[in-house]
């Protein structure tokens, strides 16, 4: 094919589009390249066409977006293609005469960012932050009866019911001024951003899209609620097209549904124009997990789900400018890291000379950076790269397993350094992605991606006990990485065997104990709880612990204890105020504290190849941590294991298991609570008594030979607290107990390693064990379970 790029005026590339029977998106149209060029740093440069022969093939509007060091040439949501051949031979044909051209015609464009369908060796990530890849659009011309029963249920009654609040009144308010847009509408903005952790600009940049693009093309929505505004949506509406560009909710809005009408009021408004299809604009997908907590909104309008739309990619024009300009970046967020740094040294005020060393060490390790050593790799090991995404105890356990067993040592990639994986001889590299990567896992993916390219040699084996990472590892194993090994089972499963209710169906099938339970399910409303045939008190839990997270209520809890119908009530009212639609687990409860943790890995052949049981004596009394047990005796508890094993068969469920369980006193039989699809962050207990975690992964998932664990050889106490003092704490014939275990030497700290050779870990493991002490002052000596089961 010929290809030739020629450039056009306004109105030569809107017939050309609209004579091939395709629509211009806003964000292509000559009224936002007027607006483009009203902002900073921002210059309309060229409408262009791209022609194959005499055909014109693609079409496209290119906006300059230029910083001090680096121009970028961005045809957002373009180019418009203008035939239906578009295969990855004919995109990639076209970046290739845009390419040139552009050289010729605009030399100092270093980057030129397109969006397209196919992947390309071409293409890079693009350096904006924020863009999506999947969406959701609805057929405006349908009917609204039609547009309704396209929803899921939940929307479709959300609507309904926000329709029937005589209170919500959903409104035009294109027109206001903005002085009230920067203090009524940009105000729930802001308290969007604080509640989904995402920058804002300022008002004027919102306001200034709605005055220059104007009414026609741009509009204001607000729905109120007794006349103040608790919900608005910014929407543009062109070539047939209405976007929904900004939106934003109050607290009080989600709790009246308020964000239901607003979509609705808006497609509702729309259609009555003219309009023909409705987009959302973005949901979350491999490439943008940081918009993951907007699909369960969006899929409520769409139950058959979500389409792909071609995502943004950048051609490098000037790879020399493209690397000088990360350089300055890097050298930027250095200089800020140092500042950070030096004013927490200034800030910190030592109250002994102990503290005053440790000051001193911290910034001493933090000003000098991290220093990647190059380790020594035994012959024999297998090549294996261990990546831990986790800064807790439980990220230098599973290091300190890959270490005991083979003498790997481990790369970190985690949000910051805590003293649990700092200055370790066994973790031979941190990488830091900053605190966003608390809760923007893509963070923490990308720097894997970046580690499997940098060791194409080695198998790369994430490792972390975080839920949320889990889940983002599982869902997004295909895109991390040829050398990267998941070793968790598919998103599918993990949901199963998670949500609380159908794991108590599993073991139902299985044939294992479970509280009794019922569903209370706030789908359709507060649910009724007449007849609800339990005995009081009762244990009452969400059945998916993602989805409650998100709920915003006063003295939220993981779970609840339920001591009479009024508490029962009571509790169910606050929920519904507060906007919950999930199920919660009314349960039974077991008395006693005789709680048990089981560690089970299934092979991929389906057999039992690590089994380990053990009674938990402490738990950590933190609100944080509450539910973590800090003192475990490793024991025999064979019925223990062979129950759990019975569930994961049931689901044939493969990988580790962490199941937590109670012995019921009246009866002497194991129940179990629920099952955690990951090793548990006191794995260590199994590693310590002779089955290794990290040989499992590696017999199973790389050599596919699975290793049988050996049957364990004795009890051991694994603590995270000093011996004498859990003696102490305990009294009694536990801790005679803990005593004579001590005394045989079959204890385990995951901290305290005689194969750690750095002499600050080894002096943090003692003092972190001492200080974590505090934690019990004024605390009960007797394990609490009513908290946590």
């Known amino acids: 094919m010929t290809l030739s790029v020629r450039a056009c005026t306004a109105a030569e590339f809107l017939d050309t589009v609209h004579q091939a029977g395709k629509t211009v998106p806003v964000e292509q149209s000559p009224e936002w390249a007027q607006y483009d060029s009203v902002l900073p740093g921002r210059e309309h440069w060229r409408y262009l066409v791209v022609d194959d022969g005499d055909t014109p093939m693609a079409a496209l509007s290119l906006t300059s977006f230029a910083g001090r060091f680096l121009e970028q040439l961005w045809a957002k949501h373009g180019p418009i293609w203008l035939d239906d051949d578009r295969n990855p031979q004919r995109e990639r044909a076209l970046r290739d005469a845009l390419s040139s051209y552009i050289k010729q015609e605009r030399p100092n464009a270093a980057v030129l960012r397109l969006h397209t369908v196919h992947p390309g060796d071409d293409l890079v990530d693009p350096l904006i932050a924020i863009f999506y890849d999947r969406t959701i659009v609805l057929d405006l011309t349908k009917s609204e009866d039609e547009l309704l029963s396209g929803m899921s249920q939940s929307g479709r009654r959300n609507i309904r019911k926000a329709l029937k609040n005589d209170e919500l009144v ?156 990360h350089a300055q970046r890097k050298a930027i967020a250095g200089v800020g890291r140092a500042k950070q740094t030096a004013r927490a040294i200034v800030g910190g005020v030592p109250r002994s000379k102990s503290d005053a060393v440790a000051l001193a060490d911290t910034a001493a390790g933090k000003l000098a950076g991290a220093v990647t050593r190059a380790p020594q790799v035994p012959a024999d090991a297998p090549k294996v790269l261990p990546v831990i995404l986790d800064f807790t105890l439980s990220g230098y356990a599973l290091a300190r397993a890959f270490h005991e067993r083979y003498g790997l040592t481990s790369a970190a990639v985690v949000p910051f350094t805590t003293g649990a994986i700092a200055d370790s001889s066994i973790i031979h590299e941190v990488r830091e992605v900053g605190p966003e990567g608390v809760h923007n896992y893509d963070l923490v993916l990308k720097q894997l991606r970046k580690l499997a390219t940098e060791n194409p040699q080695l198998t790369v084996i994430p490792l972390t006990n975080h839920d949320g990472l889990v889940q983002a590892l599982s869902a997004k194993r295909t895109t991390l990485g040829k050398n990267v090994v998941v070793p968790h089972e598919s998103p599918e499963m993990l949901q199963r065997v998670s949500d609380k209710h159908e794991f108590n169906e599993l073991c139902a099938a299985a044939g294992v104990a479970t509280p009794r339970t019922v569903v209370l399910d706030f789908a359709d409303g507060r649910p009724a709880t007449d007849g609800l045939d339990l005995p009081w008190p009762l244990i009452v839990k969400p059945a998916d612990s993602g989805h409650f997270a998100a709920l915003r209520m006063p003295g939220k809890k993981k779970l609840y204890q339920v001591g009479d119908q009024r508490q029962l009530d009571e509790l169910l009212d606050q929920l519904q105020a507060a906007g919950y639609d999930g199920r ?42 509450l539910g973590i047990p800090d003192v475990q005796v490793v024991a025999p508890l064979e019925d223990a294991i062979e129950q759990g094993s019975k569930v994961l068969a049931e689901a044939d469920y493969h990988g580790f298991a962490n199941l937590d369980a109670i012995r019921d006193p009246r009866d002497g039989k194991v129940v179990f609570f629920e099952i955690n699809p990951r090793y548990g962050r006191n794995c260590y207990y199994a590693t310590a008594s002779g089955a290794n975690v990290a040989e499992q992964l590696v017999a199973d998932l790389i050599d596919e030979k699975p290793v049988v664990a050996p049957d364990l050889d004795g009890e051991l106490l694994y603590t995270t607290l000093p011996v004498k003092f859990v003696a102490q704490t305990l009294g009694g014939a536990v801790a005679d107990r803990v005593r004579r275990i001590a005394q045989t030497g079959r204890v385990a700290d995951p901290l305290q390693y005689a194969g750690e050779r750095n002499p600050k ?12 002490r505090k934690a019990y002052q004024g605390q009960s000596v007797t394990l609490n379970v009513d908290d946590v089961r």
């Open 170 to 325: 959903f409104t035009d308010d294109t027109d206001i001024s903005e002085q009230e847009f920067a203090d009524v509408i940009y105000p729930i903005f802001e308290e969007t951003g604080r509640r989904g952790d995402f920058v804002l600009r300022p008002p004027a940049f919102y306001y200034e899209m709605l005055r220059q693009l104007g009414p026609q093309i741009c509009r204001l929505y607000t729905v109120r609620h007794r006349g103040k505004v608790v919900s608005w949506a910014l929407v543009t509406v062109y070539d047939g097209e209405v976007d929904y560009y900004f939106a934003a909710s109050s607290a009080e809005a989600r709790k009246l549904l308020a964000a239901y009408l607003m979509a609705w009021g808006t497609m509702r408004a729309t259609k009555a124009e003219g309009a023909t299809y409705f987009d959302f604009l973005g949901c979350g997908s491999d490439r943008s997990p940081y918009l993951d907590t907007l699909n369960e909104f969006k899929l409520a309008f769409a139950k058959k789900g979500m389409i792909d739309a071609p995502g943004p990619w950048d051609v490098v024009l000037r790879p020399n400018v493209l690397r000088a300009y």
């Open 761 to 772: 870990h080894r002096a943090y493991a003692k003092l972190a064990a001492l200080h974590h």
């Open 584 to 625: 919660l687990l009314a349960q039974e409860f077991i008395p006693g504290t005789d709680l048990l943790s089981v560690t089970l890995y299934r092979a991929q052949d389906g057999r039992i190849t690590l089994a380990r049981a053990s009674e938990v004596l402490m738990q950590d009394p933190r609100p944080a941590y």
